[in-house]
């Protein structure tokens, strides 16, 4: 959950990762099966259908008829028994040794599955059948679940859930940084795990005749219209339908992403989880947004609760969600925010965080880490917008944060004079550069907090916060896997590990957030 992740492009649920589409185990009928699997004649001529059972075989015995993983081929069946939820939300067993990924399978639970991809270390399959269900699996409350992708645990109880992400944070100690007695905290959830996501960024286009709001399925075309998710704010899933019909209505042109014709690309709509009002961003990618005086004032009279309708330009093929130019339609160019007693003023491409419940709890566990007694310099390597640095300034002698996106380092010096804080500062750059030089005038940290992109941090701002000794570290992470990995890295250079704290911030997904507390050993 890094700040500095200010405009890049993401979808309804956050980091998508790997996605699961189209699987409904209770609509596998008798007939499909009998098409799809290869039959034997068996005892008394009757079809016996063909499976391969990883069952475990006596001491220093091989099974016969059984082949071996690695002989195993793309579309052939085997049955598996789930052992834990991955990192992206699929099951994971094991067929004779090698790992074996299962979208849509839960712990406990025996699959009858199609292989679908083979890899020197591990298999893919889809599920043809639920031999053993497990209890933990529940009719997922999102009608178009199996076709969006954007959440990937929604079939599994919220208890599950929080388990297997805890699960997750383990597991990723255990094997990246070979951490066998970590204290993992336990996790921090939601207690109403629906409803949270307070900004909208979906991809307009055609179904038929009707305009859609969504995300693509992965590796197509193909919207799916999600403006009525269950885990958006129900203020931004209505802003969201307005915006549909109005653009229906006066017959405005929504883009294609085949044809690249059409002006209208992207919906972004915002809500301010204090005040309830809304920012409203159109995305086109031509230069004119048609017919925009009528359009603005349609919305106007659609969405009283809107302050803020901006139009953006992106023309080119980049991911990234928003183009450079951004022009106030009608309203005000920043919409207020607040998180505790911290105020921030955003505009359209500001990022922020977009589940602040759990961000307050989160903060709350890094400024715990942090340890903080009124007498530190903290530095925030990858300070954004500068949340982190302004939550913790009121308990610091000095904070300095260091972003490298210029915009960013402006929103956050904006967020620090309307919150009314002198003792944040916040610059441009490299950490991995401003921070040994920092250190050779003299300025050493007595506190580092980190908060990088999924990739984890780079190994040069690694290594400059071992060369610079802070007492402690604080390191907030999306990604156990990389968190676990630099905390290796970390550990060599003389840090321990005192406890991981995993935080819920995006329910229904598989992501989970973490913060870790590391003090100075030598």
Same mark, same amino acid.
């Given at each position: 959950?890094?700040?500095?992740?200010?405009?890049?492009?993401?979808?309804?649920?956050?980091?998508?990762? /790997?996605?699961?589409?189209?699987?409904?185990?209770?609509?596998?009928?008798?007939?499909?099966?009998?098409?799809?699997?290869?039959?034997?004649?068996? @005892?008394?001529?009757?079809?016996?259908?063909?499976?391969?059972?990883?069952?475990?075989? @006596? @001491?220093?015995?091989?099974?016969?008829?059984?082949?071996?993983? &690695?002989?195993?081929?793309?579309?052939?069946? =085997?049955?598996? /028994?789930?052992?834990? !939820?991955?990192?992206?939300?699929? %099951?994971?067993?094991?067929?004779?040794?090698?790992?074996?990924?299962?979208?849509?399978?839960?712990?406990?639970?025996?699959?009858?599955?199609?292989?679908?991809?083979?890899?020197?270390?591990?298999?893919?399959?889809?599920?043809?059948?639920?031999?053993?269900?497990?209890?933990?699996?529940?009719?997922?409350?999102?009608?178009?679940?199996?076709?969006?992708?954007?959440?990937?645990?929604?079939?599994?109880?919220?208890?599950?859930?929080?388990?297997?992400?805890?699960?997750?944070?383990?597991?990723?100690?255990?094997?990246?940084?070979?951490?066998?007695?970590?204290?993992?905290?336990? =996790?921090?959830?939601?207690?109403?795990?629906?409803?949270?996501?307070?900004?909208?960024?979906?991809?307009?286009?055609?179904?038929?005749?009707?305009?859609?709001?969504?995300?693509?399925?992965? %590796?197509?075309?193909?919207?799916?219209?999600?403006?009525?998710?269950? !885990?958006? $704010?129900?203020?931004?899933?209505?802003? =969201? &339908?307005?915006?549909?019909?109005?653009? &229906?209505?006066?017959? !405005?042109?929504?883009?294609?992403?085949?044809?690249?014709?059409?002006?209208?690309?992207?919906?972004?709509?915002?809500?301010?989880?204090?005040?309830?009002?809304?920012?409203?961003?159109?995305?086109?990618?031509?230069?004119?947004?048609?017919?925009?005086?009528?359009?603005?004032?349609?919305?106007?009279?659609?969405?009283?609760?809107?302050?803020?309708?901006? $139009?953006?330009? $992106?023309?080119?093929?980049?991911?990234?969600?928003?183009?450079?130019? /951004?022009?106030?339609?009608?309203?005000?160019?920043?919409?207020? &925010?607040?998180?505790?007693?911290?105020?921030?003023?955003?505009?359209?491409?500001?990022?922020?965080?977009?589940?602040?419940?759990?961000?307050? @709890? +989160?903060?709350?566990?890094?400024?715990?880490?942090?340890?903080?007694? %009124?007498?530190?310099?903290?530095?925030?390597?990858?300070?954004? /917008?500068?949340?982190?640095?302004?939550?913790?300034?009121?308990?610091?002698?000095?904070?300095?944060?260091?972003?490298?996106?210029?915009?960013?380092?402006?929103?956050?010096?904006?967020?620090?004079?309307?919150?009314?804080?002198?003792?944040?500062?916040?610059?441009?750059?490299?950490?991995?550069?401003?921070?040994?030089?920092?250190?050779?005038?003299?300025?050493?940290?007595?506190?580092?907090?980190?908060?990088?992109?999924?990739?984890?941090?780079?190994?040069?701002?690694?290594?400059?916060?071992?060369?610079?000794?802070?007492?402690?570290?604080?390191?907030?992470?999306?990604?156990?896997?990389?968190?676990?990995?630099?905390?290796?890295?970390?550990?060599?250079?003389?840090?321990?590990?005192?406890?991981?704290?995993?935080?819920?911030?995006?329910?229904?997904?598989?992501?989970?957030?973490?913060?870790?507390? +590391?003090?100075?050993?030598?």
């Amino acid at each position: 959950m890094a700040e500095n992740k200010q405009n890049k492009a993401k979808g309804a649920a956050g980091d998508r990762g /790997t996605e699961q589409r189209d699987f409904n185990p209770a609509g596998v009928r008798r007939a499909k099966r009998q098409a799809a699997h290869p039959k034997e004649t068996g @005892k008394h001529g009757k079809s016996v259908e063909k499976w391969h059972r990883a069952a475990p075989s @006596k @001491k220093g015995l091989s099974p016969k008829t059984e082949p071996s993983a &690695e002989s195993v081929k793309a579309g052939e069946k =085997i049955v598996v /028994t789930i052992k834990r !939820i991955g990192i992206n939300g699929e %099951g994971v067993g094991y067929y004779r040794r090698k790992a074996v990924f299962v979208h849509g399978a839960l712990p406990e639970e025996v699959v009858k599955a199609k292989v679908t991809r083979v890899e020197p270390g591990y298999l893919t399959a889809e599920i043809l059948e639920i031999e053993k269900k497990s209890p933990q699996r529940k009719e997922p409350p999102c009608p178009i679940y199996y076709k969006c992708g954007g959440c990937q645990i929604q079939h599994m109880t919220y208890e599950a859930q929080l388990q297997a992400k805890e699960e997750i944070v383990r597991e990723s100690f255990q094997r990246y940084a070979k951490l066998e007695t970590l204290l993992i905290r336990p =996790i921090i959830g939601m207690d109403n795990p629906w409803g949270y996501r307070n900004k909208a960024q979906l991809q307009v286009g055609r179904e038929g005749k009707d305009i859609v709001a969504g995300l693509y399925a992965m %590796g197509t075309h193909r919207l799916i219209d999600i403006s009525g998710c269950p !885990i958006q $704010h129900p203020v931004v899933n209505r802003v =969201i &339908e307005q915006v549909k019909e109005v653009l &229906e209505e006066l017959d !405005i042109p929504v883009y294609d992403e085949r044809t690249r014709e059409g002006a209208i690309k992207t919906i972004v709509a915002r809500v301010g989880q204090t005040s309830g009002k809304v920012q409203l961003t159109l995305i086109t990618a031509t230069d004119r947004l048609p017919d925009s005086r009528r359009l603005v004032g349609h919305l106007r009279a659609r969405l009283p609760m809107a302050t803020t309708i901006a $139009h953006n330009i $992106h023309k080119g093929k980049s991911p990234l969600v928003f183009g450079s130019k /951004t022009v106030i339609l009608w309203g005000e160019e920043q919409l207020e &925010e607040s998180l505790g007693d911290v105020r921030f003023a955003l505009s359209p491409r500001a990022f922020f965080q977009l589940n602040p419940e759990q961000t307050v @709890k +989160l903060y709350n566990a890094v400024q715990e880490a942090a340890g903080l007694n %009124g007498s530190e310099l903290v530095v925030d390597a990858y300070c954004g /917008t500068g949340t982190i640095g302004l939550w913790l300034a009121p308990f610091a002698r000095e904070v300095r944060g260091i972003e490298l996106i210029p915009e960013a380092v402006a929103d956050a010096r904006d967020n620090a004079k309307s919150t009314g804080v002198d003792n944040a500062h916040f610059y441009e750059g490299r950490a991995e550069q401003l921070l040994p030089e920092w250190v050779n005038r003299g300025i050493r940290p007595d506190v580092v907090v980190v908060d990088p992109p999924r990739t984890g941090c780079e190994r040069p701002l690694l290594d400059a916060i071992i060369k610079a000794k802070p007492k402690r570290m604080v390191y907030v992470s999306c990604n156990p896997a990389t968190l676990a990995k630099d905390c290796q890295v970390l550990i060599s250079g003389g840090y321990k590990i005192e406890w991981a704290q995993p935080v819920d911030m995006f329910p229904q997904t598989s992501h989970v957030e973490c913060v870790c507390s +590391l003090v100075l050993q030598r």
